[in-house]
């Protein structure tokens, strides 16, 4: 029994939901108090976690594992989690979308998503992967008097269950072709001789390319992307893809390992094909939502570029890359919620047109984070390619490396095309003056990190590498 | 380890801006930002004057070595310098003053973001030329296109976007190239310290590949032809500072990052392609002087002629003899100086008339005599006219070329004759003939700070053409040994 204690995280979690459900239905106007809650209970999961960070366990037979790389893990999905509500504050209470369900069907995903990082086991993997993407679909679909929320809450549940049951399917090979559903039993027995192992591992990885969207799998980002609610957008663009890089990363190294010749070639492509269509379909881009899920589809195929490699200096690089670019899109997203004409939201580049005169801090930002995501020294962003693609030549990657860094040329194009229209472009109509304090601490610790990171570079790289060691 | 007054030059200028930045937010009153920006670039002038001072001439070891752990032990922070970069620090901070002045009455919006970038830049500027690892280098290579887009981009002429954006993405281009090329070296030889490279020395079969990734992005931004169609945009486009800092220094980044890392760490592969950058150049030299003889508009004219000079300083450097590469250095800080000082004689005239075409200029010598005086200094300097820091670099690079290829140095001889041609027909044009246009006649001759700026960078033109010494003493020994390492692995290879 004093094993359950490794499960704190997952245990207290769920109890949480539950009484936070019950305080939401008993309350009138339950919103603001379920969100306090909601903070307290991520700041206590954080701290649950940080204490036992580094210790490394297994459960249910194995099923089940917690170490520091979960942790690691489990705490960058948390504190992304827990900016993502503090940005979007503002937004849900203007836009009277401030069910107290939402921040409970957030914290259910995350539950979701810690049994994904953390299961052993392919059974456990898909509850999770089910509990995570259940949330996400009753996320997309928030608002649900609008006709493109709903729009775009049934393309991701559509498009999101055939990617499931293909994974589902590949789940049902594997355990037939290796007779275990456990990952390290599954690795022993999926050799290189056995074919009906690499079907199902095609299977599983078009089902987690799916979940992070990256090409071919990714024609519902843009919709999605555009139609939700602009706090759930945020929070889709950055914590469900923390968890798919890292459950990608986990399935690489341990069930297939050993197929690292067969999946490598797949994993190349899908990344090539990321990194190629988010740089040139973004370019004819108008709204900055859309922008972004291009712009996200892209950084998803540079951080598959370090998993592509299969060493651990690729994974480690793979982390680090979807820890800046968390940072990064936390950063836009904030700047996103600032841009409000008139008590609406904004949504048009051309909305942002000349405002550097009128609004000096958010067009220095944005300048900050669009030349960090363009990748261009010494920002941040920068140094997330640079240890992808260190990593990629050392490989000996070389088309990967240079088609990789033609296509960042080809992204900066649309990325200093909104500098221009902030920076070089006639002011139409300023933004009003908000005073939202939580999405200006966001944006300036975010900023602060992407202009400082140069400093002292390996500070993400030294907690990163001690995570793959096992 | 000593003072470290490298990073100090480095940063100085980044802390103005900071310091601007946070403590100036006075829209209307701009004053404080113009001294803050001005006392920190005359300090880090007077820092660059005295690390040349107490610079020893006489060794062609790295000097003012700081070292410190950077990226988790394997990627070292690393700044020195030698006698070729100590001159071009000296030049950034020589230049940097003189644009702040001149942005002062020219720069009519947003003058203390325009003061910010100017001083961010040439953080970027002399980190380039400091640095001894790839890394750093490719770092301060790369962030310095931020700055500049914003110049030509915000405070730029009617078609700044196209030019801003031109000029961004054909560096990036140029220059990803080389961050593979960066990093295959670290993977090869296990280290991106240049001075290590140097003797590790990389194995031949690698050196071809690196060595045309490195050329990709030095060649766009020396610019060399066929990549250099970006430059006449920026120039033209771009403020009068912007001009200036552009020619006067980033364009001698490319042609310092040929001297110090494609020479040095792919001797053979610079060998083997030396072919092809006499081609390029001499194209350079002879395609461009006649492009710049049918130009209308002065600026695009400058621009045409710094494809030109910068042919010679890719030829000279390729030479690999004493005198080419001590010309090319030489042509490189003498063209700084010059066609800096060129581009504010054309920012004067606009100012006062707002066109830039030669046309709707003559005769101005009878009003702006003062004027006529420098613009010629610096027209002849140009043309390489015995006397002027032009002549020297030239004549340096000819004498190197001819022990090479008689060929090459007859047909960029021919390349000195249409300089003279172009610069002659422009100065006649502009200066000379009768003062017809009646918004010419209420022009006033070179204000105060004007005459300042450019009085100092004439006299720095004939100094230097008369005593090149006080430019080359500082080189030779560093030069000496650049031939003699190109030569020894040359020999080296050989004999394997």
Redesign the interface.
Known sequence: MENLSILLPEIFLSLAIFVTLLIGVFFKDSYNLVTKIIYAIIVILILIIFNTFTESFDLFSNSYISNSYTNFFKILILISALFTLIITQAYIREKNINYFEYSLVLLLSILGMFIMISSNDLILFYLGLELQSLSLYILAALDRDNLKSNESGLKYFVLSALASGLLLYGCSLLYGFTGSTNFEQINLNAGLENTGAIFAMVFILVGLAFKVSAVPFHMWTPDVYEGSPTSVTSFFAVVPKITGIAVIIRFMQIPFAQLVDHWQPILVFISLASMILGAVAAIGQTNIKRLIAYSSIGHIGYALAGVATGTINGYNSSIVYISIYVIMNLAIFACIFLMQKEGKYCENLDDLSGISSKHPFLSISLLIILFSLAGIPPLAGFFAKFYVFMSVVESKMYVLAIIGLLSTVISAFYYLRIIKIIYFDELKKPFDSTKNIGVYFTLSLSCLILISFFIYPSFLNNIVETLLIN | MDFPILSLITILPLVGAIFIFIFDNNQSENKNTIYVSLFTSFVNFFLALFLWYSFDKNTADFQFIEEAN???GFIKFKFGIDGISILFIVLTAFITPICIISCISSIKK?LKEFLIAILVLETFMIGVFCSLDL?IF???F??G??PM??II??WGGPK??YA??KF??FT??GS??M??AI??I??ITGTTDVVQIYEIKIPVEFQYLLWLAFFSSFAVKMPMWPVHTWLPDAHVEAPTAGSVILAAILLKMAGYGFLRFSIGMFPIASEYFIPLIYTLSIIAIIYTSLVALMQEDMKKLIAYSSVAHMGFVTLGIFTFTKQGIEGSIFQMLSHGIISAALFLCVGVLYDRVHSRLINSYGGIVNILPKYAFVFAIFMLGSLGLPGTSGFIGEILVLLGTFQKSFLAAILASIGIILGAAYMLWLYKRVVFGKLEKKELLELKDLNYSETVILFSLAILTLVFGFYPNLILDTIHVSVDNLISDYQNSLILNLLK
Do not use: D, P
């Open positions: 950077w990226i988790n947003r890394v490719y770092l301060f790369e962030a296109l931020i887009f914003l981009g915000i700044r976007v801003a954006f961004f993405l990036l281009l990803v190239l961050l593979v990093i295959s670290y993977w």
